[in-house]
């Protein structure tokens, strides 16, 4: 029986993960959880699922949890998620932390040579080269929870990438998909996922199309693919998760129902699969659709591209960087939806950041961008 640790348990991602694991105790012993500051719902998942550890973010109340629960032992901020993702007796970490949070974790998984289940889209985003080289040298295999990514790994699983043609990300379209005129879109509009139930920072990158472009960046150093052979096909039915094209035309890909306890399950369950209740049947489906995206729309998909192109220059960093702080603008209604293209193409013309292949300097690095494009923003936008 292998211990496993889920990062932000309180969120999609972990929840569901959590879910899984209550079907696999025969093989899993949750050791720990971690979750920042939704103390409310990290207690109904202590009672129901009882770690041993439990991690809780900076501002959440740390005494109430000791109270409550006098046998677990409690850790907080990130000294503390590092401290139990560096126990020894911890076999296999489930990173579905949001944001440059999840860096170090993935950090200290690989360093020390821990399974990773990894949905922290920033960690290879941000320092793509940095963690791919780590697992190589550490024989550590990172296993994606992303559902097109996991599409991807479970076409590929046991074949060797001679053969590849290319890589094919489906992308749902967001809410967005055939609307011309953005400038009066709401926030309620771009929470209006049509087929996904995800986090609000994921939800608006959907809505945009960056969530796209940041997985043609994870998928580079996922699969060892040059960014000419990653393409991105609009499904919006989201059935069709992702495909592989061979070399001799034949294209395979995954399909299923939109729920993300599916590719969760694989991650912690391959090679065998679960006997889950996420049943599709095609003859209802009766018909999948297939675009090539509006790239003059979305213009998110060509800087993703841009930045993969110029790899030394790390403008990936400046895209997470700048999205992070304009998606974060627009949740508090402080600017409109049109904004986040505005903020993130200024973002990449004028700032630059050399890369770096010291994890601790990328994370500094990428709170000073934060900064400096909030100070953009209000001097370009007034937000």
């Not at 049509?194 to 199309?209: R, V, Y």
């Not at 293209?341 to 934060?370: C, P, Q, R, V």
């Amino acid at each position: 029986m292998e211990s496993i640790v889920v990062l932000g348990s309180t969120g999609s991602i972990g929840s569901n993960t959590l879910d899984i694991l209550s079907r696999m105790k025969n093989r899993y012993k949750l050791l720990g959880i971690s979750f920042n500051n939704n103390t409310k719902k990290a207690i109904k998942q202590i009672e129901m699922y009882k770690p041993i550890f439990v991690c809780c973010g900076k501002n959440a109340d740390i005494n109430l949890l000791k109270n409550k629960f006098k046998n677990i032992r409690f850790l907080q901020g990130e000294e503390g998620i590092v401290e139990m993702i560096s126990m020894k007796d911890v076999d296999f970490v489930v990173n579905a932390l949001v944001g440059t949070s999840g860096l170090l974790p993935t950090y200290y998984t690989l360093k020390n040579k821990k399974k990773l289940a990894l949905a922290n889209k920033e960690s290879l985003v941000i320092a793509g080269k940095i963690f791919s080289d780590m697992a190589k040298e550490n024989s550590i295999e990172i296993i994606p929870i992303d559902s097109e990514h996991s599409a991807i790994y479970q076409c590929l699983e046991g074949r060797k990438g001679e053969d590849v043609d290319s890589i094919i990300i489906t992308a749902s379209g967001g809410p967005f998909l055939h609307r011309e005129n953005f400038e009066n879109i709401t926030l309620e509009d771009a929470l209006n996922h049509p087929n996904w139930s995800m986090g609000n920072k994921i939800t608006i990158d959907s809505a945009t199309m960056m969530n796209k472009g940041f997985e043609i960046i994870e998928a580079k150093w996922l699969f060892n693919v040059g960014y000419d052979r990653i393409k991105v096909v609009v499904h919006k039915e989201s059935i069709l998760h992702s495909a592989v094209e061979f070399a001799d035309g034949s294209i395979m890909a995954q399909l299923g129902a939109h729920d993300m306890r599916i590719p969760i399950s694989y991650a912690l369950s391959k090679p065998r699969r679960l006997n889950l209740e996420f049943k599709i049947n095609l003859a209802d489906i009766a018909a999948l659709h297939f675009e090539n995206p509006d790239f003059e729309r979305f213009s998110t998909l060509n800087l993703a591209y841009g930045a993969l192109k110029k790899e030394d220059k790390n403008l990936s960093l400046i895209l997470n960087a700048a999205d992070e702080v304009a998606v974060s603008y627009f949740l508090n209604k402080k600017i409109k939806f049109t904004d986040i293209f505005k903020i993130l193409k200024y973002s990449y013309a004028k700032f630059e950041n050399n890369l770096n292949s010291d994890i601790f300097a990328l994370k500094e690095e990428t709170k000073k961008i934060k900064k400096e494009v909030s100070l953009l923003i209000k001097k370009e936008i007034g937000g």
